[in-house]
């Protein structure tokens, strides 16, 4: 029996069809060809602009096929809706939501929602799977709000260069002090953003880094902006006036052992309790809300080394240490609405140091952590704000000369590397800004310094 033919389906018609479309797929082809090709040539020349064209969009691919999965095996699940038979078991897992994911400059951003008894740290922990499972150089996740939290990704690791130079021009001296005076931009976060130590978000900062891990090059690019602003600068450096002596010039005093560091930090704490007389006579609670003509100069006292100040080796310096100790945890504690700020340094804080230390670091706000050679001093530094952060500083190697884990502004901690500042910009920007240096009463005494 012959086959019946299909009306309008012959074989003629099909290869009619198929020479027809020849032109579509070459130009197909050839737009496949251009499209690979440009990626390729973006990837080499211009790496951000490929992140965004392409990178991006694969790196999205692979968050939305292997979600489920990375859920599942990362328990990131929460149980469904119980079945009504009493008998039957929960229903079907319910999946985290993944929202808001936007392309960076280095990786991406988004939210994890997540559903009612899972907590942030179920995320917080998986971090690590989910850079693996989306072939990326990290994911920090941060609480962000009830019932979510925020995700930043990492496609390479933006620190792998060192910043060249200050992302902020420093500013012209201006008469009367202002709050941005206060922030002094010191290197590249990790989300591409400028690293800024921000004395009127943070007023007390904690800096702490094994030796040779970039703590005072951090302080001199931070010393070199403030120097060009109407502040002043006092120094503690118990090691002799090593580290600081070259901001010496610009300092308004600087005490280069314990006994003087004791007498400075009376002459602080006195200095604090007129600031906090003069805010009662105005009837206001902070020297920023006093008239411009009586506002006093803000005050940033740099503390390097301070196991120098807080462990003694005799008898005779115990008083001078107890006293020096005690003027600067109050400092700390009385200083952010008078305009004194305390920025203090070590290779390491430990219990050894006593109690005082710990109540010092209540009141440093600001916290920023270095390569460190034991665990006790990313705990002292990190643990008790950001306890996530601690196993991230024990990351940082000790050739990540400047690399730091942070306090940021707005989710908590982050990565960062501060510029490479040479000692010849700092000596540059000493003596450009020498006289600038302003006269504290009572406190550049010359009896001692
Ligand atoms: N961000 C950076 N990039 C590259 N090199 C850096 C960076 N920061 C610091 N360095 C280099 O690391 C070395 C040590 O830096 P620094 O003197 O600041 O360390 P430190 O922590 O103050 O050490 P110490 O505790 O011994 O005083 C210097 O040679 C400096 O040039
Ligand atoms: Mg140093």
């Not at 009619?16 to 040539?41: E, H, K, M, Q």
């Not at 799977?129 to 933006?158: E, F, I, N, Q, Y």
């Not at 202002?178 to 976060?189: C, H, I, K, S, Y």
């Not at 003694?312 to 600067?328: C, H, I, P, Q, Y």
């Amino acid at each position: 029996m012959t086959p019946t033919p299909v009306p309008g389906l012959r074989l003629d018609h099909l290869a009619d069809l198929g020479r027809s479309l020849i032109p579509y797929a070459i130009l197909a082809g050839c737009l496949l060809a251009v499209w690979t090709i440009a990626g390729v040539l973006l990837a080499w020349k211009a790496p951000r602009v490929w992140w965004y064209l392409y990178g991006f969009w694969f790196l999205r691919l692979r968050m939305a096929r292997s979600w489920k999965r990375l859920c599942l095996n990362a328990n990131l699940t929460a149980a469904g809706q119980p079945h009504r038979s009493r008998y039957a078991a929960g229903g079907p897992p319910i999946m985290p939501l993944l929202l808001r994911v936007r392309p960076r400059r280095n990786g991406a951003t988004g939210l994890i929602s997540f559903n009612a008894g899972q907590v942030p740290e179920q995320f917080i922990e998986a971090a690590d799977a989910m850079a693996h499972a989306w072939r990326v150089h990290a994911v920090r996740v941060a609480g962000s709000g009830r019932g979510r939290v925020k995700m930043t990704v990492l496609h390479d690791d933006p620190l792998r260069g060192t910043p060249g130079k200050l992302r902020t021009l420093l500013k012209e001296p201006d008469a009367a002090p202002a709050v941005e005076d206060l922030v002094a931009t010191v290197g590249t976060r990790e989300d591409g953003e400028p690293w800024a130590i921000d004395l009127g978000m943070f007023p007390h900062w904690l800096i702490t880094g094994a030796t040779q891990s970039g703590k005072s090059t951090l302080i001199n690019a931070a010393v070199s902006q403030w120097a060009s602003r109407p502040l002043a600068l006092v120094g503690i450096d118990c090691k002799g006036g090593m580290e600081l002596g070259p901001h010496a010039p610009r300092l308004s005093a600087l005490a280069t052992d314990r006994h003087q560091a004791a007498i400075l930090l009376e002459r602080l704490r006195d200095e604090a309790t007129r600031r906090m007389q003069l805010c009662r006579r105005h009837g206001q609670r902070s020297i920023w809300s006093l008239p411009r003509s009586v506002r006093p100069v803000p005050v940033i006292v740099i503390v390097d080394e301070l196991a120098e100040l807080y462990l003694v080796a005799s008898r005779a310096e115990k008083d001078a240490a107890l006293s020096a100790t005690a003027n600067l945890l109050r400092l700390a504690q009385l200083g952010a609405t008078l305009g004194m700020h305390v920025v203090v340094a070590g290779q390491r804080v430990g219990s050894d140091f006593g109690n005082g230390v710990t109540a010092l670091r209540a009141q440093l706000g600001g916290r920023i952590c270095l390569a460190v050679n034991d665990k006790e001093t990313a705990v002292m530094t990190l643990g008790d704000l950001y306890p996530d952060a601690v196993e991230a500083a024990q990351h940082i190697g000790p050739h990540e000369k400047g690399v730091a884990i942070t306090t940021a502004d707005a989710f908590g901690w982050v990565r960062a590397r501060s510029i490479k500042f040479p000692n010849e910009a700092l000596d540059a920007a000493i003596e450009a800004t020498a006289h600038l240096t302003p006269s504290l009463p009572g406190i550049d005494h010359p009896v001692l310094f």
